[in-house]
Structures are given as C-alpha cells and as structure tokens.
C-alpha cells in the first residue's frame, strides 16, 4: 500500500556534541492513520519530531511528502510542506480570542475583516465539532478546547500531517475522549497523525500503527493489531522476553518487621499532577519503590508524599498518626526527605557552595531565625564530604563545578543531616559514572540495615531488583500492581506494565 503513503523518512541521523541522538532512523506515515511514535527517555523521539519540523536540521538521510523529497530546514519549510505540530504546552496567545488565534499571522480573505474571519472560525470549529465560540477569549477554554483550536489552525492551513506531542498529559478522560474523537474525524479526512505519548492504554484505544524508537535508532514498525502490550514494553526496554533472566538480590539483612505499623501510610492519595487515588505503606527498614514506563506517574506518585504537587485527596499517617503534608516543608517537619528526578533545577543552587547545599534543609526546618553557626556549617559539610567520599577542592566549591555525581552526593548529604526517619530517592543514579552509583545503592542499602525507610525509583529495571524488596507497578498514572519475593522478576514486572489491572 504504498501509494497512500504520505510522508517516509529514510536513514535519518542527528548527532550532537559528544551525542549521537538519531542513527539511520526509518519512519512511514500513511494518509488517514494514527501513528503512534513512542520510546522511552532519550529514546530520540523529540529529536526526530524537531527534524520533521525544521527545528533541528538533520546530518543526513531523506524526507518525503507523497513520494517527493522535500527540504526541511526551517519550521515555515515544515509548514509548507503541509507538516504542523500542536505541542503539549499551548503555543497560541491567551489573550486573544478564538478566532484571532485562529487566523494570526496569516494574509487571506478570512483576515480581511473581523465579520469574514469570525464567520469562517465558525465554519471551521462547526465543521469539527469543537465546543468554543470564536469571539471567546481563548484563555477562557478549557485546555482540551485550546488544543483542538490549535488543531483547527492546523488544518486550516492545510495540513497533511499533523504532530501532537504529548496532548493529553494535561488533560482527564472526559477531555481525551473529545480529543480522540476530533483525532479519528481528522483520519477519516485523510490527515495523518503522528501521536507521541507515554500512555499505553490511549494507544491502544486510538492509533492503527506503532514505530518503536530506542537509544536513537530504529526498533520496528508495528501493526496495533500484531503488538501486544507486553512486547511493546519490552522492545521499547531492550529486553526481549524469550532472553528474561530471573536476577538474583544479594541476600540482604531484612529488617522489616511486618507485624509493625507502618512508618508512612496513605490511601487513596492523589494529586493536581493527574496522579489517580492510590493507597501506600512502608515499614521500618524497607526499600521499596515505583516502577513504570517513563510518564507512568512514578515521580509524580512521590511527589504527591511529599506534598512537592498540590495534594487534591486521600489521607496520610506517620507512626500510626494522622498528618496533613500539604507542602515540602509539612514533609520535611514529619521526618521525610526528598532527592528529586531533575537535581538540576529541584536539587542543587548551582552559585551556592558545596557547604551551603549541605546545611540548606536543616536551616529551613529550624527557620530563618535561628541560623547555623559557621562553625557547625563547616563541621556538618566536612563530616558528609568525608562520610559520602564528595569529590570537591573544598566545602567552599560552588556546586555547580562538581560532577553530577558529586552534587547527587550532595543532596543526599542534605538530607542525611537532618536524621530523616523516611528518605524517597528519585532516580538518585541517573547520569552518574558506574562506581559513584554502586556507592549510592550501597548507601541505600546500609540506611535501612539501620532502619530508615527508603522509596528508591530507577528507570533501569536491573537497579530496582538489586536494591527494592518490594516494587509498586504503575501505568498511565494508576497503580496496577505490587510485587514482592518471587516475583521481582524483570519478566513480571514487564507483564504487569502491560497487563496490569487499574487499581
């Protein structure tokens, strides 16, 4: 069926300093079919996406539009070419009103005059069904309804295909159900729609086709129909299933006594993020942690812990007490530590020295009014760059000249200093040199042989099995399911990934 092939992207690569992002990637897209581009982290699918519209200009390979090749390096050669993108973040002007966003910065009849413009805004959102009024502000729509005004621009200009990248992150079922209704109309016209999203059920539900990416090249092209879920995950992972090895923990002191209560209990805890109501326990001693594919809600889950999103339901107990942990430092009051995803914008301030990262959250728990003493500044920063073996000229170093895994150190050194009796380390090891991650997870490990409790995330399946005794699986913002001894497998969790049962 190549005749109805729209656009084909051939050999496709893109290297960035010290990077190579893209290598001989393949893509086919077809008129009148959703394709659903997926991969997890780093996986290269904004890179390609950036290619496709003339952002990033390709090192080499061919693009063609209905069998031609075509040139891209700018977003206008994109647009005239018959390529629009709508992004996750809204790139239209809130303050105008509907049809203004419709039609601004284009020259055409429908611009000549606000009645011809208003009437043909009309026309257009009649047309798909979309729910706004085009004299209405457009920071007055919902999210859902600025999306698909964004797509009503699109394919008022023609569009052959139309990229949406991650649209319904931001969005509930009710929104996403009218935007997968606009999305088949759209099919149904010809348009071919290039869908980028971490939600397999939506998937499922809504795309014909699959192009999986991995580390910057080319896994497959897949039929809906012939990819079930569990193969899905496991060729966006790089682990084929038939290849599965059950691997073995290092026999671990369990300290957990399962007759105590738990040091932290919630139920039904949600949060503004979209993470959907879930009930979680850990005990004295434990390790424990979120697994999941990226954008399974696994940051957010713990986010919601610490009160880093706002908390919109659910109840939450330490040590068997009820407590309201409405914001961070509600967490930190109650003895909960937190090493976020990104320590770059959430972690370390970059201008500020080794020291002064160090002392940052036991000064704010004891107030703006009782500062720490120089003195004891220095003591507790050389005693956690002695302990944790931080790679620094002196305590004195901004952070920001340390390696990412001596500014990891670091904010665990924070934390540390004030005696947490719960820590949640998010992604402690990412972009960190093998050794320092071995001293991490050895670190993790020693915390709760002495009874900290500690919910450790990885995005590497391998580190979550060495370390965690018991892993909550999750998918699409639900918790799906709760493994623990003999199914801490890579295979399991795999199979529960996809097939899991929405809790």
Not at 184 to 197: A, E, Y
Not at 373 to 391: R, V
Request: charged share 25%; net charge neutral; hydrophobic share 40%.
């Amino acid at each position: 069926m190549q005749d109805d092939v729209i656009l084909r992207l051939e050999g496709i690569c893109k290297e960035f300093p010290g990077v190579k992002a893209l290598s001989n990637v393949q893509f086919t897209l077809h008129k009148g079919e959703i394709h659903a581009l997926m991969g997890e982290n780093g996986a290269g699918k904004s890179t390609l996406i950036k290619v496709l519209t003339g952002v990033y200009q390709k090192d080499a390979g061919s693009i063609y539009m209905d069998g031609a090749p075509v040139t891209i390096n700018s977003t206008q050669d994109a647009q005239k070419s018959g390529i629009s993108t709508v992004y996750q973040e809204i790139t239209l002007c809130p303050n105008l009103t509907v049809a203004e966003n419709m039609y601004i910065g284009r020259t055409n009849e429908m611009t000549t005059s606000w009645k011809k413009m208003n009437a043909g805004a009309k026309q257009l959102l009649d047309s798909l069904q979309i729910p706004a009024s085009p004299t209405q502000q457009l920071s007055d729509c919902s999210i859902a309804v600025q999306q698909m005004v964004a797509i009503a621009r699109a394919v008022d200009m023609d569009c052959k295909v139309l990229i949406l990248d991650e649209p319904t992150s931001s969005l509930d079922e009710r929104e996403v159900e009218k935007l997968f209704k606009l999305m088949t109309d759209l099919k149904s016209r010809g348009v071919g729609i290039i869908f980028v999203t971490h939600f397999l059920d939506q998937v499922y539900s809504v795309c014909d086709r699959i192009t999986v990416l991995r580390d910057g090249t080319f896994v497959g092209d897949y039929l809906i129909s012939e990819l079930p879920r569990v193969q899905l995950v496991s060729k966006m992972m790089g682990k084929e299933l038939d290849s599965f090895e059950d691997i073995k923990q290092e026999e671990i002191a369990d300290t957990i006594d399962r007759r105590s209560e738990p040091v932290f209990e919630a139920t039904g805890l949600s949060s503004a993020a979209g993470v959907n109501p879930y009930d979680f326990t850990i005990r004295k001693g434990e390790v424990n942690g979120f697994t999941g594919l990226l954008g399974s809600g696994r940051s957010e889950s713990v986010r919601a812990i610490y009160g880093a999103d706002k908390v919109t339901g659910g109840r939450v107990m330490m040590d068997g007490k009820e407590v309201k942990i409405k914001k961070p430092i509600d967490a930190m009051k109650q003895g909960i530590g937190y090493l976020p995803e990104d320590r770059k914008h959430d972690g370390i301030i970059g201008d500020l020295s080794v020291k002064d990262n160090i002392i940052l959250a036991l000064q704010v728990m004891k107030g703006m009014f009782r500062p720490i003493s120089k003195a004891d500044a220095e003591k507790f920063a050389d005693e956690y760059i002695k302990l944790l073996g931080i790679k620094t000229a002196s305590a004195e170093t901004p952070i920001k000249s340390l390696s990412g895994g001596n500014q990891q150190k670091c904010i665990l050194a924070r934390w540390l200093l004030t005696n947490p009796v719960y820590l949640i380390l998010d992604e402690p090891t990412r972009g960190i040199d093998v050794g320092t991650k071995l001293e991490i997870q050895k670190l993790v490990l020693k915390l709760a042989s002495e009874g900290k409790s500690v919910t450790f995330i990885s995005s590497e399946i391998d580190e979550m099995l060495h370390v965690c005794k018991r892993l909550i699986v999750m998918r699409d913002r639900h918790v799906v399911g709760e493994l623990t001894g003999g199914d801490l497998t890579q295979t399991k969790i795999m199979s529960t990934i996809a097939g899991g049962e929405k809790k």
